[in-house]
């Protein structure tokens, strides 16, 4: 699911204990997770889930796929720490993320990223209703 579910919902904290969910896309390189800061319409690039890493890097994402026959549903979720990479990494992760998103091929985001995160998994469960 991690290689071909297209979004999930990344939960961080603040320094102060304060949660936040927001949908991502993401691209799973080797053991490592990414998600970039894109131009989809935002009030700021200086996005609170990016604070909030710099802030307490343990997060977790989910990524799930609903049905309405109940026998279908599955998730997994990685817990883990996340940190803002740049550089060859920050590279690399772009690059993945474009070759999985055609929309980020069409907005260019090797050039006009924002922040970019690296999720290190530190525990990975999956639930499927089927198993």
Partial sequence: MLRTALVGRL?????????????VCFALVDELIYSAVDLKPKRTRELRRVRNVRENPQVSLVVDEYDEDWAKLR??????TARVCDGDERNRALAALVA?????AAMELATTA?????ITPVRVVAWRADA
């Avoid at 939960?11 to 949908?23: E, G, K, M, R, W």
């Avoid at 999985?100 to 980020?104: G, I, L």
């Fill in 11 to 23: 939960a961080t904290a603040s320094a102060t204990a304060q949660p936040l969910v927001v949908p």
């Fill in 114 to 118: 924002g922040d970019v995160l690296a």
């Fill in 75 to 80: 998730w997994v979720m990685v817990e883990g």
């Fill in 100 to 104: 999985k998103y055609p929309q980020y």
